[in-house]
Each structure stands twice: as structure tokens, then as C-alpha cells.
């Protein structure tokens, strides 16, 4: 079983904001990456870090974290943000790599 | 332009050893600072982290399959290799290859742990 515990499926209107959550003790500690996946494609990188998005993802992206909890936030969906998402982070330990089980995040 | 790509067999009998290579170009592994990592999807299932190395040999493997798994960097060559020993059909999966990059302040609070750059995948079925 995951460390990281993530809603399985999310659905928003287009153009709406979604907030994605992630939940675990190591996210008291350490923050979260978080990336984008789409049907046949591997994962991409969206955001990661107290504040870093990567070169050429939109600034819609944005991250945060407060306790035990890391989210990710797309504000004015768009049809092309439909996708898996998924936190990573560190375990407890702090020498383990650890993946949330997945969001699925359907655009209406 | 930094590009990973995975090779290797795409069929594996079980019970024998999956053997997986990563090909970096247009960086050298020895670059820093990042690690260089291995992660999987079972069809229509999540990411599992399969293990992290340095250049330098300093290696992180997940503790469900360390009595399995091997990972090494052969710098000459420039790639990463994965192994896999005693698969059964659960290790059925894409295996893609990533590099994750960190900093000294990683090691506290996490900032700046990211896969940034993956590899297209392999797809890698395990049977007879």
C-alpha cells in the first residue's frame, strides 16, 4: 500500500479551479513533486518543491502544502489538463521514493 | 538536449532476471546534481519507485523489491542499467528510466526532488 494517499478520481467544469491532494506523515517533512500523465505518454513534471514549476508548464499549475497534506491547483481548467496525477515524495526515512496511488481527473 | 532512452528485452520468462538499460544523451551521467532512477506502471495501475542511483555508485533501492532488484551506472558508457531477478507475472509493467534532480537541501526538507526528465518507457511482460 501507498505512503501517499490520493483521491482516486476528481471531475471539474472547464475553466473551473481543481485543487488535487495528496496525504502522508512525510509530507510533514518534505515536500511533494507532482506529475501529469496522459493515456500512452510518460509522466510529466508540472510542479515540485515549496515554489518551482517547470520551464513551459502553464502557470495555472501551482502547488502548496500544509501538514500532512500537498495539493496541487489548476486554476481555469482546460480540456487538455485531463489526465493522471500523481504526488511524489520522500518516505520517512527520507532515502525512499514514494508515489501516491493516483488521481484521474475528468474535465466536464 | 538531455534525452533517456530505456532498451531491453520486451519478454521475460518467470523466474528469471529482467535486465533493463537506460542510454542518457546529450549530458553526462557524471553531471550534477542528480540521481538517476527507475520507476514502473503495471497496466491500469499507479507509479511504483523502483530505486535511485549517483553516478558515484551510492545507490536507494524501494525495500519491497530490494532482495531483487540491482541497479548500477557504468559512466563510459554513459547509461544505467536495472536488475530485475526472480520475476513473476506482477512484474509485468512499463519501466521507465528518469533522472531525479535534488540539492544539498533536499536532504532536510525535499525541495528540489523532482523527476524531471523520463524516458519513453519499455514495455516489459513477463511470461512463458
Known amino acids: 500500500s501507498s505512503e501517499l494517499t490520493q483521491d482516486p478520481a476528481v471531475s471539474v467544469a472547464l475553466g473551473q479551479t481543481v485543487r488535487i491532494t495528496c496525504q502522508g506523515d512525510s509530507l510533514r517533512t518534505y515536500y511533494a513533486s507532482w506529475y501529469q500523465q496522459k493515456p500512452g505518454q510518460a509522466p510529466l513534471l508540472v510542479f515540485y518543491g515549496k515554489n518551482n514549476r517547470p520551464s513551459g508548464i502553464p502557470d495555472r499549475f501551482s502547488g502548496s502544502s500544509s501538514g500532512n497534506t500537498a495539493s496541487l491547483t489548476i486554476t481555469g481548467t482546460q480540456a487538455e489538463d485531463e489526465a493522471d496525477y500523481y504526488c511524489?515524495?520522500?518516505?520517512?526515512?527520507?532515502?525512499?521514493?514514494?508515489f501516491g496511488g493516483g488521481t484521474k481527473l475528468t474535465i466536464l | 538536449q538531455l534525452q533517456l532512452q530505456e532498451s531491453g528485452p520486451g519478454l521475460v520468462k518467470p523466474s528469471e532476471t529482467l535486465s533493463l538499460i537506460c542510454t542518457v544523451s546529450g549530458r553526462s551521467i557524471r553531471s550534477s546534481p542528480f540521481y538517476w532512477g527507475w520507476i514502473r506502471q503495471p497496466p491500469g495501475k499507479g507509479l511504483e519507485w523502483i530505486g535511485n542511483?549517483?553516478?558515484?555508485?551510492?545507490?536507494f533501492y524501494n525495500p519491497s523489491l530490494r532482495s531483487r532488484v540491482s541497479i548500477s551506472t557504468d559512466v563510459s558508457e554513459n547509461h544505467f542499467s536495472l536488475n530485475l531477478g526472480s520475476v513473476t507475472a506482477a512484474d509485468t509493467a512499463v519501466y521507465y528510466c528518469a533522472r531525479q534532480r535534488f540539492s544539498p537541501q533536499s536532504f532536510y526538507d525535499g525541495s528540489d526532488d523532482a523527476f524531471d526528465i523520463w524516458g519513453q518507457g519499455k514495455i516489459v511482460t513477463v511470461s512463458s
Open positions: 511524489c515524495s520522500r518516505d520517512k526515512t527520507g532515502d525512499q521514493k514514494v
Open positions: 542511483i549517483y553516478y558515484s555508485g551510492s545507490v
